[in-house]
């Protein structure tokens, strides 16, 4: 018997014995937009995406319950899942009971595992190009019957000849357009979808653990073909996305009250950290209006048309020297910073009103998701969560084989990625209306790297072990793409599942301060600030045997602590020499002898 299979038992002997209503979350803005339950208590999430991108629309193996227990053993307490509209209303007005039917079966299944479900509206590009208009085949990100109700557009995948990467569907007129259709609301395509979340809604209601309603996956800006301002995030997000979460809201509100609305500005809208002079964004909205995707055709053509083919999982396998890569990205910031100069200077010859700019002042930042307020305003800060994506744009540059080269980590990992998470603290502060507070958030998706602890520097074991530890140290929730299904199965792969199954604190009794965890000498530490109006409630740390052999470790914890271990849980309690203003402490390590 493996040591998860002991694991797995753990779990399964307290799920019998008690299968209770999972806690009632919400966030706290007061609280860094940390998740909160009934008892006040920080809560924390780690959990896998699962989606199917085509028929049946689910996972066969999410019916699983030995798959499912494993999962609770390795700590995992979320899933987000694919609710796929052409799922759910492969007809229009005609819902598919028998799909209904199969999330609601995992739904409850994860539920009586202690794992709560996102509900994920998931699409990529909208739909493949070329797939039969049948539900049945193909993948549809939105029902066929949706691109039937918009004006077609014939010629994918104009404006490129040909194109490398999925991703790059975004730019042809075909999607850009579909998209942009859908939040004008042609032939009524925006209500539909508000239709299809307000059915959700009113199904899901008060369903034990559902967790929350994520509106779209990775919204795209709308038609930039013809309107590249669009590509500022904040005007895609102002322009296009708040308008659509608030009417979703809206219907949502209208029969579930209470679960969380996950909303997404553009991806791109999380990753920099800075405002401009709103004289600056307006000029630079303004600047983009006048130009189209044509303009700068050739910065699209070098990164669309790049040589190489897709890899299995969308990475491009490129072998691309570092000389190679600072050429072009030198290439990329001339042709784009001509660009904008030509159609500054002409602005300006045009003697343009400055009223013009003025008219745009107090909208939201240009480099920012482009958001005013939560959907619903303030009323609804502690029940929605601004969900969030991180794949570093150039990890396609860093072959799969080998050392990850110094040049792509760097620009990863010490610019990029840092840049991307302040960006998200600056944008949740935003939207928490200042006092300190913050709105909720949650990275929903990172990826695109499997680690392997047999191969340490490669790219996929660095990259996906910085996110981690990036999220360990600001103590977020995280939900993982699971491209290769490494933690999926009876079992887990020690060496690659080992970096997620690792211990965090589910719930803390105080305010968190710092958490780390080494996955090669599994040294965890824990500190936060503990509450003391009741000295019952427990800190709770999940504690994996994958690290800890048969539950055996060495636990130092702050003189002011007492604590209990029950199974993979280590509860900790505060006690009247705990004091809310000075740090407590918890650490653990393996026992070697």
């Not at 806690?23 to 940390?34: E, M, Q, T, W």
């Not at 909303?263 to 791109?268: D, F, K, N």
């Not at 007492?562 to 280590?570: A, C, D, H, M, S």
């Amino acid at each position: 018997m493996t040591k998860y299979v002991v694991g797995v038992l753990w779990f399964a002997l307290a799920l019998a014995a008690s299968a209770a209503t999972l806690p009632k979350i919400y966030v706290d803005p007061a609280k860094g937009g940390h998740f909160v339950d009934d008892l006040g208590r920080v809560r924390m999430f780690r959990g896998v995406n699962s989606v199917n991108k085509a028929f049946p629309w689910y996972d066969v193996q999410m019916l699983d319950d030995e798959r499912i227990a494993t999962m609770a053993s390795g700590g995992f307490n979320v899933v987000r899942l694919g609710a796929m509209w052409t799922g759910f209303e492969p007809e229009k007005g005609q819902i598919n009971q028998s799909y209904v039917d199969i999330l609601k079966t995992q739904v409850a299944k994860f539920a009586d595992a202690g794992i709560y479900t996102v509900f994920d509206m998931h699409q990529d590009c909208l739909w493949e190009h070329g797939a039969n208009d049948d539900a049945g085949s193909g993948y549809w990100g939105v029902p066929p019957w949706i691109k039937r109700e918009v004006p077609p557009v014939d010629n994918f995948p104009s404006p490129f000849e040909a194109f490398t990467g999925w991703f790059c569907a975004y730019f042809s007129e075909e999607v850009s357009k579909g998209f942009q259709d859908i939040y004008d609301n042609v032939a009524d395509t925006r209500e539909s979808f508000v239709s299809f979340w307000r059915y959700v809604a009113s199904t899901f209601s008060g369903s034990n653990g559902v967790f929350g309603y994520e509106l779209m996956n990775e919204p795209w800006a709308g038609n930039v073909v013809a309107d590249l301002s669009l590509m500022l995030p904040g005007v895609a997000g102002r322009r296009n996305l708040a308008p659509l979460h608030e009417r979703a809201h809206t219907a949502i509100r209208e029969v579930d009250d209470e679960t969380f609305i996950f909303y997404e500005g553009v991806t791109w809208g999380m990753w920099l950290p800075f405002r401009t002079n709103p004289l600056v964004d307006a000029l630079l909205e303004e600047v983009l209006q006048n130009l189209s995707l044509a303009d700068v055709q050739p910065i699209l053509d070098k990164v669309c048309a790049a040589p190489g083919a897709a890899a299995a999982g969308g990475r491009e396998e490129r072998s691309v020297g570092h000389q190679e890569k600072l050429d072009l990205f030198i290439e990329l910031y001339h042709r784009l910073r001509d660009t904008i100069e030509l159609a500054r200077s002409a602005i300006w010859d045009w003697k343009r009103d400055l009223a013009i700019f003025e008219e745009k002042d107090g909208n939201p930042p240009v480099f920012g998701p482009g958001f005013s307020q939560v959907p619903g305003g303030a009323d609804y800060m502690n029940r929605t969560v601004l969900s969030w994506h991180w794949y570093c744009p150039l990890i396609g540059l860093a072959p799969d084989s080998g050392p990850y080269d110094p040049v792509t980590r760097t620009l990863c990992d010490e610019i990029l990625g840092p840049m991307a998470f302040k960006a998200v603290e600056m944008w949740s502060e935003d939207l928490g209306e200042g006092a300190g507070r913050k709105a909720g958030h949650m990275l929903t998706e990172f990826g695109i790297c499997v680690p392997d602890s047999e191969k340490p520097d490669s790219v996929n074991t660095i990259e996906c072990e910085f996110v981690l530890a990036e999220m360990d140290k600001k103590v977020e929730s995280w939900t993982y793409w699971d491209t290769y299904g490494i933690l999926y199965g009876p079992d887990f792969v020690e060496n690659k599942a080992k970096y997620f199954v690792r211990p965090f604190p589910t719930a803390t009794h105080g305010m968190p301060h710092s958490l780390s965890f080494d996955v090669d000498s599994a040294a965890f530490s824990f500190e936060f600030y503990p509450a003391v109006e009741d000295l019952t409630i427990p800190t709770e740390i999940f504690v994996p045997e994958m690290h800890y052999p048969n539950m055996s470790y060495n636990l130092n914890v702050s003189p002011d602590l007492t604590f209990q271990r029950e199974g993979t849980v280590l509860k900790v309690f505060a006690s009247e020499a705990s004091s809310p203003t000075v740090l407590s402490f918890v650490t653990i390590s393996p026992r070697t002898s």
